[in-house]
């Protein structure tokens, strides 16, 4: 239900202008330094509510929904109807036996079915609305959920093999839809519709799969071998190991040995906020599920140590309340992605409004169900939680890839700070875009901008004839050395990532070297440009785009902040940088818009000649 807008709200969407950011300044949303809310209480007293609120105004005005602006069932969402089913069937199956609003669920429930059966529900969708029946078929309730001419529909529509060919290879879909294939497969299985001949083998072809392409280091790659590994390269098992148990199997060794893997990277990544993955495509709250998915299926295996186990619990408190506190927004009832600054990518753009709050209030309920099982209903997390994060291992270097090329992820924590530094390819679709660039990145603090292709961080050289090659996905001879409180990593590239396709393309033209230092507050990258012979660079560019605000009178080669929590931006080797407001929407982040960006610029040079680029960042260690 869409709440009433205060006067003052109500005056500025009249006048065309947007709400104010109510995290505005504070890009980190709020910190649960000693005590967070338990995560059942969360789940019950307000995620639940909100939820219902949405169910409420679908039954009221069915088709002609509309949710902050948009008309839900005209946004080609093409999972809606699978999500749709999923929240009603919950809203039923969370009854006890008895309750007299069963009855009225029920039928609510077939009425949504009878309304949305002939919508395109596709792979995600279709795994969300059979699931949802398969709840339902295992309290007894399915007869008197769905009309027989509609299940009839729905028993043909709901089938894996409109995104699976004859020979079980995906229909142009990444990797990880073999895992939604196979959960399809199995609950069809479970609900008579089919034998369990096609849930095993999917299973076991998701299984090579994920072999072939995770290799030693057992991280899946999204890609067939090209190095796109990000959060749902640690997430996949997690979900591997969460449909296995929901469709009655049990996750092997391999599985759990994977999982635990998984969680080695995570670990590393706990937080006194609540923030997730700071890498990769489709993160905001999705950055932050894909970790509760992944601890909770590792605490249901008895995959953690007690203390670990404890720990994770307290930081799903703190993941389900800022889902609460911070994406939840009580003026438009809704999770918002979209608004207040906030940038996502075009796969979640806000056509999908409805559906995203469905579908994170389905990992949230579920996870939340799964540790009420395993005796936390109501607990308060653990008191000592922010003094055991200080026990975790200042540098972790995970290895996804070594080979022909190197992939990997080192993580700092300084002070409670987490940068992660990504060495990873985005391959098709993904490779230009600075989410998936070698570039520190940290939450609130050091982010990308979701779809946006600008030079952050990293020189972007122009070539005489034009062409435009960055540093992005041919990394080789990746070291990393820890000399008391400074690390430094090292790689070369001897072919350049040229711009302007969808995929990765190797420039031989240019190769770079590249030399990261981090010690406590302070970062520094340079690179070294070799060029060819006869090959002439018409021009370097590169840009910082920063929370920070109050430029003190920038200089040539510093800009220097005046609030917020990069201190400074120096560089060498660049004609000199500007600071401007970054107004331009296409600086904002995941969790709110960047509000200073530096841009600095090096003319050409001489064919063949190399160039030396540094640059510095200072930043506030203390949180």
């Known amino acids: 239900m869409r709440?009433?807008?205060?006067?003052?709200?109500?005056?500025?969407?009249?006048?065309?202008?947007?709400?104010?950011?109510?995290?505005?300044?504070?890009?980190?949303?709020p910190v649960y330094r000693d005590r967070v809310t338990p995560m059942d209480t969360t789940v019950r007293d307000r995620l639940s509510p909100q939820v219902e609120r949405l169910i409420e105004q679908l039954l009221r005005e069915r088709r002609a929904m509309t949710l902050d602006g948009v008309r839900v069932f005209e946004s080609g969402d093409k999972f809606l109807p699978g999500k749709i089913a999923y929240a009603m069937a919950h809203r039923v199956t969370v009854l006890d036996k008895g309750d007299p609003r069963i009855d009225r669920r029920l039928g609510d429930f077939a009425d949504i079915a009878d309304l949305t059966v002939d919508d395109v529900n596709d792979s995600w969708g279709i795994y969300y609305y059979v699931s949802a029946l398969n709840m339902l078929h295992e309290r007894g309730l399915l007869a008197r959920a769905v009309r027989p001419a509609t299940l009839a529909k729905l028993k043909a529509k709901l089938n894996w093999r409109r995104f699976v060919g004859d020979d079980l290879a995906l229909i142009d879909l990444p990797n990880n839809y073999y895992g939604v294939a196979f959960s399809i497969a199995r609950l069809r299985y479970r609900l008579g519709w089919e034998d369990a001949g096609a849930g095993d083998a999917l299973l076991a072809r998701m299984l090579d799969h994920y072999r072939k392409y995770s290799g030693e280091f057992g991280f899946a790659d999204e890609t067939e071998g090209k190095g796109r590994f990000d959060r749902y390269s640690v997430l996949l098992v997690g979900e591997i190991a969460q449909h296995m148990l929901e469709t009655g199997l049990t996750p092997s060794s391999e599985v759990r040995g994977w999982l635990r893997r998984s969680i080695d990277v995570i670990l590393p990544r706990f937080n006194l906020n609540g923030e997730g993955f700071e890498f990769g495509r489709s993160i905001g709250p999705y950055g932050e599920t894909a970790i509760l998915e992944v601890l909770t299926a590792a605490a249901r295996l008895k995959v953690l140590t007690p203390t670990e186990e404890r720990m994770a619990y307290a930081f799903s408190s703190r993941i389900m309340a800022r889902y609460m506190d911070f994406w939840i927004d009580p003026a438009i009832g809704s999770v918002d992605m979209?608004?207040?600054?906030?940038?996502?990518?075009?796969?979640?753009?806000?056509?999908?409004?409805?559906?995203?709050?469905?579908?994170?209030?389905?990992?949230y309920i579920y996870t939340n169900a799964i540790w009420n099982e395993l005796g936390y209903r109501g607990q308060a997390p653990d008191p000592g939680y922010a003094r055991w994060l200080d026990t975790l291992p200042r540098v972790t270097t995970?290895?996804?890839?070594?080979?022909?090329?190197?992939?990997?992820?080192?993580?700092?924590r300084d002070r409670g700070r987490v940068i992660g530094l990504p060495i990873i390819n985005g391959a098709q679709g993904q490779h230009m875009n600075s989410p998936y660039f070698?570039?520190?990145?940290?939450?609130?603090?050091?982010?990308?901008?979701?779809?946006?292709?600008?030079?952050?961080?990293?020189?972007?050289?122009?070539?005489?004839?034009?062409?435009?090659?960055q540093p992005l996905a041919f990394f080789r001879g990746v070291t990393v050395t820890r000399n008391g409180a400074a690390t430094e990593v090292r790689w070369r590239q001897d072919a350049l990532d040229r711009?302007?396709?969808?995929?990765?393309?190797?420039?031989?033209?240019?190769?770079?070297?590249?030399?990261?230092?981090?010690?406590?507050?302070?970062?520094?990258?340079?690179?070294r440009i070799l060029?060819?012979?006869?090959?002439?660079?018409?021009?370097?560019?590169?840009?910082?785009?920063?929370?920070s605000t109050r430029v003190k009178r920038p200089g040539k080669d510093r800009v220097t902040f005046g609030a917020g929590e990069v201190g400074?931006?120096?560089?060498?080797?660049?004609?000199?940088?500007?600071?401007?407001?970054?107004?331009?929407p296409l600086y904002r982040s995941p969790t709110g818009p960047f509000a200073t960006v530096v841009r600095c610029m090096r003319g050409g040079s001489a064919a063949g000649a190399p160039a030396t680029l540094t640059w510095t960042l200072s930043y506030n260690q203390a949180r």
């Open 398 to 412: 995970t290895w996804f890839a070594r080979g022909e090329y190197d992939r990997a992820l080192l993580t700092i």
């Open 438 to 469: 070698p570039i520190p990145q940290s939450p609130g603090m050091l982010q990308g901008s979701a779809d946006g292709a600008f030079p952050q961080l990293l020189p972007r050289i122009t070539l005489a004839d034009g062409a435009v090659l």
């Open 3 to 29: 709440r009433v807008l205060a006067p003052a709200a109500l005056l500025l969407l009249l006048a065309g202008a947007a709400p104010a950011d109510r995290w505005a300044g504070r890009p980190h949303g």
């Open 568 to 584: 400074s931006f120096a560089t060498t080797g660049f004609d000199g940088c500007t600071a401007r407001p970054a107004d331009d």
């Open 531 to 547: 060029p060819q012979r006869g090959v002439a660079i018409r021009a370097i560019n590169l840009e910082f785009a920063s929370f």
């Open 499 to 527: 711009m302007g396709a969808n995929d990765a393309r190797a420039d031989t033209r240019v190769a770079i070297e590249t030399r990261y230092l981090f010690s406590p507050g302070r970062i520094v990258r340079e690179d």
């Open 338 to 363: 979209w608004g207040q600054g906030r940038r996502t990518d075009a796969y979640r753009a806000k056509h999908r409004i409805f559906g995203e709050n469905l579908s994170l209030a389905r990992q």
